[in-house]
């Protein structure tokens, strides 16, 4: 069964440093997220991408951050300058439309210390 | 601004009994989720609640929902330690391409 898929999945990092969570979306799927959840907290919303741009951002999603798709298949949420308040999951998700179920990759724990 | 809210947010429950968790939403919607996240875990989809009066059953568990009323319901029969997690709902605002909208969680342990 097709599934998204998010390197790594522990990453520890120095904070100031940048960060770069990898992500290799459904293949066929066209609509790309990324949310975030702190430790015992409630999932937010980051960012959504269609067609190799930005479509919705959240508050939380400030110049720190950036996302790209490098090439066909990878999905990268960069964090320029990381901060010790960083520290969540990260949950990348795509959907095959705009309107279809988002499936959701397994997480990328980020610690920043 | 669409809010979610869920209740109970800690829910401790006896094996075998039942009970039901709430999810209120402020806005016009189309879909609503539930998932199940287990600890440092991610998001396992449970049930995708498109119309009104949609109700699904998924072995113990059963979800509804009601438009009109914006709330949605995630019933627990006879539960066992299995089910012990976090379950979160979650709702899209009413066009396409708009992120998810998540609840705070019900963290559920179920006990002997």
């Known amino acids: 069964e097709p599934e998204v898929t998010q390197t790594p999945s522990h990453q520890v990092t120095q904070m100031g440093q940048e960060v770069i969570l990898r992500c290799v979306p459904i293949?066929?799927?066209?609509?790309f997220y990324w949310y975030r959840q702190i430790l015992g907290q409630k999932v937010e919303f980051l960012v959504s991408f269609y067609n190799n741009e930005i479509s919705e951002k959240s508050e939380i999603f400030d110049d720190q951050f950036s996302v790209e798709r490098p090439d066909g298949s990878n999905f990268t949420l960069k964090i320029r300058s990381t901060k010790l308040e960083d520290s969540a999951m990260y949950f990348c998700?795509?959907?095959?439309?705009?309107?279809?179920?988002?499936?959701f990759g397994q997480g990328t724990r980020l610690t920043v210390v | 601004e669409l809010k979610v809210e869920q209740n109970p947010l800690f829910l401790s429950m006896q094996e075998g009994k039942n009970y039901t968790i709430y999810c209120n939403y402020s806005?016009?919607?189309?879909?609503l989720y539930w998932y199940r996240q287990d600890p440092g875990k991610s998001l396992e989809s449970l049930f995708v609640l498109l119309s009104n009066g949609a109700v699904k059953q998924e072995g113990r568990l059963m979800a509804s929902l009601d438009t009109k009323a914006r709330l949605s319901t995630l019933h627990i029969t006879a539960a066992v330690h299995d089910l012990s997690a976090t379950y979160f709902c979650a709702v899209d605002r009413h066009s396409g391409n708009t992120p998810l909208v998540f609840g705070k969680g019900t963290r559920l342990s179920v006990i002997a």
């Open positions: 293949s066929n799927h066209l609509y």
């Open positions: 806005t016009t919607s189309d879909r």
């Open positions: 998700a795509s959907s095959e439309t705009g309107l279809s179920e988002a499936f």
